[in-house]
């Protein structure tokens, strides 16, 4: 698929979202998916619109498939582990279905933070500025910790 013709598609949807014309949104995600059907970004959106599709031709089944087929063919997909769990909180009201979700996707963020900030500090290193190190860890952990305190309020809201 052509940029130009991805990028007229993504404004498209955006419009008819925005429009509340959530069903023209699902067609043109529909015909892209045709042409790419392996676009996790495709799937995901599609799936998360027909969450919200009123008189849609798919059911709320075939929203949570979506998510899991973007899964399968990307099992590090933080976007999608994160829809599945929201999926399974607010759609299923499963505990027993959330946590689950919910640890797994919180696994691989934090693997990728790990990786992040290991990268951070090999490169302070190469590039020969070990003495940012220190200062570094401390704006990480200040940076944690107000994640933290943000969602246990967000939480209690």
């Known amino acids: 698929m052509e940029i130009n013709d991805y990028i007229k ?3 498209k949807i955006r419009k008819f979202v ?14 892209l998916l045709l042409k790419s059907q392996t676009d996790t970004t495709l799937i995901i959106s599609k799936a998360c619109l027909i969450q919200i599709a009123e008189d849609c031709k798919y059911t709320l089944k075939d929203s949570k498939e ?3 087929l973007a ?3 990307d099992p590090n997909n933080i976007d999608a582990l994160l829809e599945l769990a929201y999926y399974f909180y607010v759609i299923e009201d499963s505990s027993s279905k959330t946590f689950p ?3 797994k996707a919180l696994d691989k963020c934090l693997y990728f933070l790990e990786e992040l900030i290991e990268l951070k500090l090999k ?3 190469y590039f020969e500025r070990e003495r940012e190190i220190s200062n570094s860890i401390k704006d ?9 305190k943000r969602a246990s309020k967000k939480a209690k809201d």
């Not at 949104?25 to 015909?31: F, K, T, V, Y």
């Not at 990480?140 to 933290?148: D, F, R």
């Open 140 to 148: 990480l952990k200040l940076k944690v910790n107000k994640i933290l």
């Open 101 to 103: 979700a919910i640890e």
């Open 18 to 31: 925005k429009d509340e014309k959530v069903n023209k949104a699902i067609e043109i995600l529909d015909d």
């Open 66 to 68: 979506l998510l899991k």
């Open 71 to 73: 899964i399968k063919i």
């Open 9 to 11: 598609a993504k404004n």
């Open 123 to 125: 490169c302070l290193v």
